[in-house]
């Protein structure tokens, strides 16, 4: 079966497990094969006897979609099958969207509407605050998965290219994190509801990145995201004692 070109990764073959099956997880040496005059056939998985990966040949918006709902298959091949680097930039975009909304209740709770340069130099000042604490609640939420993984499944996390995997595939599916911008620019009076909406879906998200990167049961993720909210909490807790708005 020919593929269509803007589909098809840049490199057909790699080392021994390099890419994975988007079907049962196992390692493959080559996603497709490249017969020359413009027609490539997609690998087959020796276990499962499946498309080692189908969604070479998909387009971007369908793969977008299945990630959306968190298919293992769509998580897989974005994670194990492509280069995607940019997990550094989508958390920093994450965080301040997260500390826009957060500085933008703060304003709405605030009564003082003087324009004076200073007023305006502390609500800048304000925004950074938030977006630090955001930062250390995340950092925390991550600490406390990495360390429940650790303890419950220590062969998992021997090497530090399992624990960037593990790091890029919590970054990357917390993306629902993005929706907190026009929740609040479209607001009305179900705003918190979507919130909550918001931040179930993007645990959910993270759920299904640990999954399919450790290839674990259902069990044991959603144990590390409530020991990593844990530990978010007492963050939150702790800086509610030192008297911050947060």
Request: aromatic share 12%.
């Amino acid at each position: 079966e020919a593929l269509r070109g803007r589909g098809a990764l840049s490199c057909a073959m790699a080392a021994p497990g390099a890419y994975r099956c988007v079907e049962c997880n196992r390692e493959a040496a080559e996603l497709y094969r490249d017969y020359q005059r413009g027609v490539l056939r997609l690998s087959i998985c020796k276990s499962c006897q499946k498309p080692v990966d189908k969604y070479i040949e998909y387009d971007p918006v369908i793969i977008l979609i299945n990630a959306i709902l968190c298919k293992a298959q769509a998580y897989r091949h974005i994670l194990f099958n492509t280069k995607i680097n940019i997990h550094g930039k989508l958390c920093i975009f994450c965080l301040l969207c997260e500390a826009y909304l957060r500085w933008l209740q703060l304003q709405d709770s605030s009564q003082n509407i003087d324009p004076d340069d200073l007023i305006r130099y502390a609500k800048e000042w304000d925004f950074y605050r938030m977006f630090g604490i955001a930062s250390l609640e995340q950092t925390s939420f991550l600490v406390g998965i990495f360390l429940t993984l650790w303890w419950m499944r220590p062969e998992m996390m021997k090497t530090k290219s399992d624990f960037i995997l593990l790091l890029k595939a919590l970054l990357l599916s917390s993306y629902g994190k993005l929706l907190l911008i026009p929740a609040v620019i479209w607001e009305h009076d179900y705003t918190p509801l979507c919130l909550v909406f918001i931040k179930v879906f993007v645990l959910i998200s993270n759920s299904q990145a640990i999954r399919v990167t450790l290839n674990l049961n259902r069990m044991l993720p959603w144990l590390a995201i409530f020991f990593g909210l844990v530990l978010e909490n007492s963050v939150i807790s702790l800086f509610q004692k030192m008297g911050w708005d947060v």
